[in-house]
């Protein structure tokens, strides 16, 4: 079993629809957790912290179930220009990222 | 964010011939840093944890012999991939870890693509 996996996806949604995205784990250990955003041929780059309150950025909201060991990405009035690859990722002593979830908006 | 710079950020080369990418953390002194691999349609692969001052830890299955990490200074981290061949080519990313974070967030360069021919 991966440690870290995703649905690979891809996800097609119209722009203004709300799209969900799961992760789990399998490191109970694990100690943080965050959502990357990683555009074509470009390193990812950290969309948010994953709080074990739950915790929201605009239109993202991402939440933590320790119990069932999976994060959660809520994206609300997907915009174009969210398309991209979101990668969640475990830290225990490092860094784990799952193989990422592809993400089109269309018009 | 933290900003992490990487050097070059592409390179074409010959088989069997040795390759130099540099990681520097610009604003922030990093005693940890990591490198990645990635290929095509593929995940991030961890392969090796940088540490200031000391040895690197290499991931399971990669070679240390092939893939040397200098971290000389709080600043800069080096990966040389040695004798390189076709099977090399990759985009190789580094990151470093803000040690003020108090949830470890790391903060990546913005990568090295490798085309070895």
């Known amino acids: 079993r991966k440690e870290v996996e995703q649905d690979p996806g891809p996800f097609n949604v119209p722009e203004g629809a709300t799209v969900a995205f799961n992760c789990t784990y399998s490191n109970s250990a694990s100690q943080s957790f965050f959502w990357y955003r990683q555009d074509c041929r470009k390193e990812p780059k950290l969309l948010m912290s994953v709080y074990s309150s739950g915790n929201e950025d605009g239109r993202f909201t991402a939440q933590l179930n320790r119990a069932s060991q999976y994060i959660s990405l809520l994206i609300r009035d997907s915009k174009l220009s969210d398309s991209a690859t979101y990668l969640c990722a475990v830290n225990t002593d490092k860094l784990i990222f799952g193989t990422g979830t592809r993400l089109q908006v269309f018009p | 964010g933290a900003v992490v710079s990487q050097h070059p950020s592409w390179v074409i080369c010959k088989s069997g011939t040795s390759v130099k990418i540099e990681c520097r953390s610009l604003?922030?002194?990093?005693?940890?840093m990591f490198w990645y691999r990635q290929f095509p349609k593929q995940s991030l692969m961890l392969m090796a944890t940088?540490?200031?001052?000391?040895?690197?830890?290499?991931e399971q299955g990669v070679e240390k012999d092939k893939f040397l990490i200098n971290h000389a200074s709080l600043t800069l981290s080096t990966l040389t991939v040695t004798s390189a061949h076709p099977e090399d080519s990759s985009f190789y990313i580094c990151?470093?870890?803000?040690?003020?974070?108090?949830?470890?967030?790391?903060?990546f360069g913005p990568g090295t693509r490798l085309t070895v021919l």
């Open positions: 940088s540490n200031e001052g000391s040895k690197a830890t290499y």
């Open positions: 604003d922030f002194q990093a005693t940890t």
């Open positions: 990151s470093a870890r803000v040690p003020s974070g108090h949830y470890n967030e790391q903060f």
